[in-house]
């Protein structure tokens, strides 16, 4: 079956401008999180959705970045005014969410980078 | 607060050769995971590892699990050059994983 997707693969934007990452996940999946990853950090948490319950955002670094999923379904994370060090790749990841455990598979990423 | 400590970090290996990664972390969780990523690409789950003693295999790789120790083991026996990649260990913290920095794996033919 189709794994999780993210929109777009790259992304090169200009400092100061807004972006918009999107990730779709497995089907079925009703938990969502959000990672970055970059060279200095390794891969770290950001946000973690699980059906309508509230979301976990103790991992988003600023109050540039937030993060929506419409529906239980497709997530949008949005960084305001980027930095150069926002540059990164982010990892969506989605998992069945209701076993004891949470196997998390992971799309393809989205590669930022901010000039 | 958790932490996942990965060694070695880097790891050149002769193909045929054995080899272990260490994964430790610093508070108590039965739930370890270990991600494959290839360059440029995203992570591929390897093995789950939900109990004290559990013990996967796949192929070459076979990943253990010491919740008493909180350790984790991957080794690699008879190295290919196929398995070249970076290895993350991954501890469930409920609403996340917490990931190790990941160990570098270039086999030399």
């Known amino acids: 079956g189709a794994g999780v997707s993210q929109s777009p693969s790259n992304k090169v934007t200009e400092k100061g401008k807004d972006v918009e990452l999107r990730c779709d996940p497995i089907?079925?999946?009703?938990?969502l999180y959000w990672y970055r990853q970059s060279l200095g950090q390794g891969l770290e948490f950001l946000i973690y959705?699980?059906?309508?319950?509230?979301?976990?955002k103790s991992g988003l670094p600023s109050d540039r970045f937030s993060a929506e999923r419409t529906g239980g379904s497709v997530s949008t994370l949005t960084i305001q005014r980027t930095q150069q060090e926002d540059s990164a790749v982010y990892l969506c990841?989605?998992?069945?969410?209701?076993?004891?455990?949470?196997?998390?598979?992971f799309g393809p990423g989205t590669r930022l980078t901010v000039l | 607060e958790l932490k996942v400590e990965q060694n070695p970090l880097f790891l050149s290996m002769q193909e045929g050769k054995n080899y272990t990664i260490y994964c430790n972390y610093s508070?108590?969780?039965?739930?370890l995971y270990w991600y494959r990523q290839d360059p440029g690409k995203s992570l591929e789950s390897l093995f789950v590892?939900?109990?004290?003693?559990a013990v996967k295999q796949e192929g070459r790789l076979m990943a253990s699990l010491d919740t008493k120790a909180r350790l984790s083991t991957l080794h690699i026996t008879a190295a290919v050059h196929d398995l070249s990649a970076t290895y993350f260990c991954?501890?469930?913290?409920?609403?996340?994983?917490?990931f190790g920095a990941g160990t570098i794996l270039r086999v030399k033919s």
């Open positions: 990841a989605s998992s069945l969410g209701s076993s004891s455990y949470n196997e998390q598979f």
């Open positions: 089907s079925g999946h009703t938990a």
């Open positions: 959705f699980q059906g309508n319950s509230a979301p976990d």
């Open positions: 508070t108590t969780s039965d739930r």
């Open positions: 590892l939900l109990s004290n003693g």
């Open positions: 991954a501890v469930d913290r409920g609403n996340k994983l917490v």
